[in-house]
């Protein structure tokens, strides 16, 4: 079965630039998420997806990010203008459904490099 | 207090040792846990899940203490292998929130 897939793997910009960052899930899970790593901590949810509905978008910083999944399968999120603070690691997870048990499987990630 | 907290360690143990890694949580009203485990600048990979109060897989048992809010990973008979980051994460309201992560380094 094939896992989550995330594109690109890496990517440099300049600041002020916009950059977009595409996932696709495991076939069938309904969640998908976006979560952002930064070195040294823990993933911390962005937003969350059930099918094509986003669902908590609480933590996403709605000045300069979005994201969509308009088809309840994969998604993209984007990030404009991009600041050097937003230099981290991009990670995709997505789930079979919600609730308690609630595995998720996250994808390779998109490392960020905003210079 | 963060919600969820773990000893950044390293911990560094030699081959064949069993080591436990503590994660404490602040919602008492969490009903699943999870322990990850990451290698370096690669994604989480799920290693146990625990809904009640434990699981055992191999060499690897994690136990849930909902009194005192942690759970715990025991990890015997150590592996180089064994040698990455490993991260607890709880589950609150379908969101999945993460320790920092506790550093093991297994060696010869």
């Known amino acids: 079965e094939a896992g989550v897939v995330q594109s690109p793997r890496y990517k440099i910009i300049e600041k002020k630039q916009p950059v977009a960052f595409w996932c696709n899930p495991i076939?069938?899970?309904?969640?998908l998420y976006w979560y952002l790593q930064n070195l040294g901590q823990g993933p911390e949810l962005l937003i969350r997806?059930?099918?094509?509905?986003?669902?908590?978008d609480s933590q996403l910083p709605k000045d300069r990010f979005s994201a969509e999944r308009l088809k309840g399968v994969d998604s993209t999120l984007k990030i404009q203008p991009a600041e050097l603070g937003d230099s981290a690691v991009y990670l995709c997870a997505s789930s079979q459904g919600q609730g308690v048990y609630n595995e998720q499987f996250f994808g390779p990630g998109t490392r960020l490099t905003v210079l | 207090r963060k919600e969820v907290e773990q000893d950044p360690g390293p911990f560094n143990v030699p081959e064949g040792a069993t080591v436990a890694f503590n994660c404490t949580y602040s919602?008492?009203?969490?009903?699943?846990f999870f322990w990850y485990r990451q290698d370096c600048r690669k994604e989480p990979k799920l290693l146990m899940s625990?809904?009640?109060s434990g699981n055992e897989d191999g060499r690897f048992t994690a136990q849930l203490n909902r009194a005192s809010q942690y759970i715990s990973l025991l990890i015997r008979d150590s592996k180089l292998s064994d040698s990455a980051t490993y991260l607890c994460?709880?589950?609150?309201?379908?969101?999945?929130?993460f320790g920092a992560g506790t550093i093991l380094r297994v060696k010869s």
């Open positions: 997806y059930e099918n094509e509905e986003a669902v908590d």
């Open positions: 076939s069938g899970h309904n969640t």
């Open positions: 625990v809904y009640s």
């Open positions: 994460a709880v589950n609150e309201g379908n969101k999945l929130v």
């Open positions: 919602n008492s009203a969490s009903q699943s």
